[in-house]
T-cell receptor, first 112, second 113 residues
């Protein structure tokens, strides 16, 4: 079945770049997403990439997709303390029904 | 728009009681999703609706769980009877159509003692 894997924790210093990685198994995914969850809040869509793209940049965020290796990454440039949160990678289900499969989430800790 | 609205934000109940969680999707959105988040299992899709019709309820854990969407602006997730292992944060999300971006509500934190 479909599976999405992420490392559970990442700690960086303020001002450094953060790279959060994700691997997935469903090669027929059409979209891949990055969501951010702050403490006590719901998930907020940060960005997404269509499966026929290799890269997408949006201000401080850069998404890289290696479809051959089924590897997705999110780079946050100039990481700020406000970026501390849990980041979820998600892929669309192969049945193309809108169902999302989420990874376990990566907790990003930004130290001042 | 106010976004996806969920109520209550927090619910504490005793084992065996019925629990009803409520969700109001964003106006104009045709798809609605119920998720459960726990430390052990992460974020799981329980059920989702498209145009008020349940499409996939394979994530509903047991018959104790049921969900309804009587109209385009309201959905409920009911647990009867509730058990301590149902303690989790339950999220509702909606999207314009089934393949579009999902917008999440703030969640309902359920504690069953």
């Amino acid at each position: 079945g479909e599976d999405v894997e992420q490392s559970l924790f990442l700690s960086v210093r303020e001002g450094d770049s953060s790279v959060i990685n994700c691997t997935y198994t469903d090669s027929s995914s059409t979209y891949l997403y990055w969501y951010k969850q702050e403490p006590g809040a719901g998930l907020q869509l940060l960005t997404y990439i269509f499966s026929n793209m290799d890269m997408k940049q949006d201000q401080r965020l850069t998404v890289l997709l290696n479809k051959k290796d089924k590897h997705l990454s999110l780079r946050i440039a100039d990481t700020q303390t406000g970026d501390s949160a849990i980041y979820f990678c998600a892929e669309t289900h192969s049945s193309n029904t809108g169902k999302l499969i989420f990874g376990q989430g990566t907790t990003l800790q930004v130290k001042p | 728009d106010a976004g996806v609205i969920q109520s209550p934000r927090h619910e504490v109940t005793e084992m065996g009681q019925e629990v009803t969680l409520r969700c109001k999707p964003i106006s104009g959105h045709n798809s609605l999703f119920w998720y459960r988040q726990t430390m052990m299992r992460g974020l799981e899709l329980l059920i989702y609706f498209n145009n008020n019709v349940p499409i996939d309820d394979s994530g509903m854990p047991e018959d104790r769980f049921s969900a309804k969407m009587p109209n385009a602006s309201f959905s409920t997730l009911k647990i009867q009877p509730s058990e301590p292992r149902d303690s989790a944060v339950y999220f509702c999300a909606s999207s314009r159509d089934r393949d579009d971006e999902q917008y999440f509500g703030p969640g309902t934190r359920l504690t069953v003692t």
